[in-house]
Structures are given as structure tokens and as C-alpha cells.
């Protein structure tokens, strides 16, 4: 396509080139006017395929000869005024003009006008491109392994996949998809080839307008058409291939753009995936180390929510590692299942493998076939929280209302200098009374239970906080240090220090 822009200000002709070329709108050529004169020279040496011009530059003596002249070229045009009047809409109709502008415009508006300009120029078969041919070609070389050599040249070389995403909420079939990129990129004259669940698109560099590198800008293009299909309400992901300056190897980079994809795993998708981003494997073991398996059983036997949390995300998150690197998907899978297995030997110690066993192969189609790494790893999280609130559901001792209206009571006021006096005085019994139906339903006395309470807070605010231990014993209901240490060593078997020290280690 070839473009010509009569504008009279510098300023504004560059501010056009830059809005083309940032936006990416294919063209042949772009060849700049300054009056009136000067674009009917250009007009007379170059087959013009769209004209943007100011209104005001023209005489109606010029516009009167300049009318006859674009339709006789099939002249696609686009007129800008600084006069918003009858006279600049009438003369607008006379050129049959696709847009009028009236200064200062929109440019969102403008370059969206431009660009359904350059679909309807290639949709009306302007630029022959003889894709037939080019379809049985371009399947040749992507799984033939000696393809016919004779026109293999005339193939793109320039090469994406696109696919979609798992999470789509709407249902999108690959002939939907189809339709949806043909439209989208309709401009480029990209040559689509539907390959079982993913599309091979070829793009000519030759239409990629922007930057230096053609990379840069397919990769530009692409993120908007992942944009368009969000706003179309679905959801996909693209990977370009390396580009090959022999076309015989393009085999290798449909390889290379589809296994790109595989980067959804640690990135998530409605994405582009580009060659010069860094991605490498680094080597880890495929199961779980003894050490590694060991934490996990102390973990699922404790069934403490922040603990296996804890755990699940060090093993599957923080990637890349200090070195840029990332774990083979397949590999982390493995590792996956071996957790998974696991889990399901403690289910079967609780003798609660057919509570779960619905979800169980749920999350195993999940780790097998997911396609994000952190959505795999927060279904497994979940699952295990399912797990545990079973196993605390089902060995829960009922307690009486009165007992439980004692545990609420220290749990909202263990660090305040509680008595049982305070206890007996919340529900409304004689302390006697509380101390012998609390140890009776609980097994521990009213003192205990509080003890226990504060020291187990005492643990959290020693392991995550930079407190001493006066303002620790202080949080936790202790008046006095000292004494805050002893009832943590005759609840824990260790002083705080040494308690410390062991976590530590």
C-alpha cells in the first residue's frame, strides 16, 4: 500500500508517521506533500492507494480537479479541516472522502480509522497474494521432512503459534479462532494455518512496520491481539520462533514458537512469548528428597494451614532461581505427583480416602494437565486446607455451651491478667463449678488451658518478630519475664532461647 500525507506543518506530518509506525499499519510506501502543487506532482508519478490531505490547502478549483483524478485511481482518501462547517462535509462527500477530521481530532479515532482503511485495501484484493498455493506450501515445510523446493521461497518466514488458554470461561472453538485472528490482522496479509489445537501464523517482514527489528514489532502486534481477544472475552497466548534465513528450517522455528508456550507455566497466559526473552532449565530432581519428605508427612500430620502453605510455595514458587533459571515444566509435574502421593498416604492413615477421593482425582487431572504452575500449586493448597478441617472436624470433642463460652473468652482476653474469678463472673457460675466442668470436658484445668493459649502465641511472636522476650511475655498476658520463661519451658520442654536456637537449626 502506498501512502501519501498532504500536510502543510512538519510538526504534524511527523506526529502521522509516528502515530503509522508506533500502531504497526502495513504499508508499501509513504511519500510526503507540503501544498497543493506538490501533491498533484506526486499524484501524477505514483499510483497513490491512500491520500490524507488538509482540506484547506486546496483551492475549490483544485479540489475540483483533484475529485476526478482519486476516483479515476481508486484513491482511497482522508480529509482534515480546522473549519467545522457545511462546505468542508460537502466537499468531504464529493471526494468520497472515508473520514473527515476536524482539527484538533482524536487520534485513537484516527488511527482506528486508518487501520480499517488498510483491511478494506487488502480485502478488496488489491495486493495479489495468491494464499492457496501458500497453504500447501507452508503445511509442506511444517511437517514435511523433504518439501518440494520450487516455491518455498514465496513462504513467509517470520513465524508465531497462537493457542488458547485453559481458563477461558467461554466455550471458543479453533474455527472461532481462526476467524477472530484472520480479522484482527486482516492488514498484515498473515498467512494462518490451523495445526490440530493452535494456529501457525506467517508473517512477511516486509509488513511489519514500526522498528528495526522485526521481532520487536511482531511481538507489539501480537500483544494487541491478545488485548482484542480480552476484550472479546476469551483469552489467549503466543510464541514467535526464531526467524530462519533459510525457509527449509522453518520447521525448527514452529518448533521453537510452540514450545514457547510451555512458558505459560511459570508466567501465566494472555501473553507473548518472544525469542529474545531469557527462559533456561536449570536441573532439579524429579521426586522429593528424604529430607524434603520428611518436613511434608511432620506438616500433614500437624494439619496446620500456615505450615503446609509455608512448604507447598517453597517447593513450587521463587522462579527463576538467583541464576535466571527455571525447573523443566515436565519435571515439576513429577515433583507434583510425588507430593501428591504423599498426601494421599495420609489420607489413607485417617482412613479418609473416600471423603476425598472425588476432589483427589480432580487435583490429579490438574497437576497432570494445568497450565499454570502457581493456579496448580493454590489447588493443591486448597486441597489440603479440605483435608485438614476434615481431620479437626472429625476430632473435635463437643464441648458444653458453657465451656465453649470459656474458650472464647480466653482466646479474645489471653493477654490481659485473667482469673478464673474473671471466667466464673462471664458466665455467670461460681469458679468451683467452671474448674470442674472445664477439666472434665477438656481433660486440662482453666489455668492450663490459658497457659497453653499464651505460650502458643509466645511461639508465633518468637519465630516472625523481632521482640524481646519481656515485651513477648508482656503481649502474652506475663507481668513478669521470668515467670513467662518457666511456663514456656514446662509447656514446651525448652526454654524460649533454646526453643529459638532448635527452630534454627
Known amino acids: ?5 498532504c500536510v502543510k506543518d512538519e510538526l504534524e506530518r511527523n506526529g502521522m508517521k509516528w502515530l503509522l509506525s508506533s500502531h504497526h499499519i502495513p504499508y508499501k510506501h509513504l511519500i510526503e506533500a507540503t501544498d497543493s502543487q506538490h501533491c498533484f506532482i506526486l499524484l501524477s508519478q505514483h499510483k497513490v492507494d491512500l491520500l490524507i490531505f488538509e482540506l484547506d490547502l486546496f483551492s475549490s478549483e483544485e479540489l475540483a480537479k483533484l475529485r476526478p483524478l482519486l476516483i479515476q485511481n ?41 487501520r480499517q482503511m488498510v483491511k478494506n ?96 514489532t511482531l511481538e507489539q502486534i501480537l500483544i494487541r491481539l491478545c488485548y482484542q481477544a480480552k476484550e472479546h472475552d476469551f483469552s489467549i497466548s503466543a510464541g514467535i520462533g526464531n526467524p530462519k534465513k533459510n525457509t527449509l528450517r522453518i520447521k525448527q522455528a514452529y518448533h521453537d514458537a510452540k514450545n514457547s508456550l510451555n512458558r505459560r507455566f511459570y508466567f501465566g497466559g494472555n501473553q507473548v512469548f518472544s525469542p529474545m526473552q531469557p527462559y533456561a532449565h536449570i536441573q ?29 510455595y517453597d517447593q513450587f514458587t521463587g522462579f527463576p532461581d538467583e541464576s535466571g533459571l527455571y525447573p523443566n515444566p515436565e519435571t515439576m509435574r513429577i515433583r507434583l505427583t510425588s507430593v501428591l502421593a504423599h498426601i494421599h498416604r495420609f489420607m489413607s492413615k485417617q482412613n ?10 480432580n487435583l490429579f487431572k490438574i497437576i497432570l494437565f494445568g497450565e499454570v504452575l502457581f493456579e496448580i500449586t493454590q489447588k493443591m493448597l486448597n486441597f489440603c486446607y479440605e483435608l485438614f478441617n476434615i481431620i479437626q472436624r472429625e476430632q473435635r470433642p463437643v464441648y458444653s455451651l458453657i465451656v465453649n463460652q470459656l474458650q472464647l473468652f480466653i482466646e479474645e482476653n489471653y493477654a490481659k491478667p485473667l482469673t478464673l474469678s474473671d471466667a466464673a463472673k462471664h458466665v455467670n457460675r461460681n469458679s468451683y463449678y467452671i474448674s470442674h466442668l472445664f477439666k472434665q470436658e477438656t481433660g486440662i484445668s482453666f489455668i492450663e488451658y490459658l497457659q497453653k493459649k499464651r505460650i ?40 524460649p532461647r533454646a526453643w529459638i536456637a532448635k527452630r534454627n537449626e
Open 284 to 312: 532439579i530432581d524429579s521426586f522429593l528428597s528424604p529430607k524434603d519428605s520428611k518436613k511434608l508427612v511432620e506438616v500433614l500430620e500437624g494439619c496446620n494451614h500456615e505450615e503446609i502453605k509455608k512448604w507447598l
Open 1 to 5: 500500500m502506498k501512502i501519501c500525507l
Open 352 to 361: 479418609i480416602v473416600k471423603t476425598l477421593e472425588h476432589n483427589y482425582q
Open 456 to 495: 502458643q502465641v509466645a511461639k508465633r511472636l518468637l519465630a516472625n518478630s523481632d521482640l524481646n522476650l519481656s515485651d513477648i511475655s508482656v503481649k502474652v498476658g506475663f507481668s513478669d519475664a521470668n515467670y513467662f520463661s518457666r511456663v514456656f519451658k514446662k509447656v514446651t520442654g525448652d526454654s
Open 74 to 114: 481508486h484513491t482511497q482518501t482522508v480529509i482534515h479541516t480546522i473549519h467545522k462547517t457545511f462546505d468542508a462535509a460537502h466537499e468531504s462527500l464529493l471526494c468520497k472522502a472515508e473520514a473527515l477530521f476536524v482539527k484538533p481530532y482524536d487520534t485513537q479515532t484516527w488511527i482506528k480509522t486508518i
Open 121 to 216: 485495501f487488502t480485502a478488496s484484493g488489491a495486493i495479489n497474494n495468491s494464499t492457496i498455493p501458500q497453504h500447501y506450501l507452508a503445511y509442506d515445510l511444517l511437517f514435511l521432512e523433504n518439501p518440494d523446493n520450487e516455491h518455498v521461497e514465496d513462504i513467509p518466514r517470520l513465524l508465531a503459534v497462537i493457542e488458547l488458554d485453559q481458563n477461558n470461561e467461554i466455550e471458543m472453538s479453533i474455527n472461532h479462532l481462526l476467524s477472530f485472528v484472520k480479522q484482527e490482522l486482516s492488514e498484515y496479509q498473515v498467512l494462518v494455518i490451523p495445526v490440530e489445537n493452535h494456529l501457525v501464523l506467517f508473517f512477511n517482514e516486509t509488513m511489519l512496520i514500526g522498528t528495526s527489528n522485526p521481532i520487536i
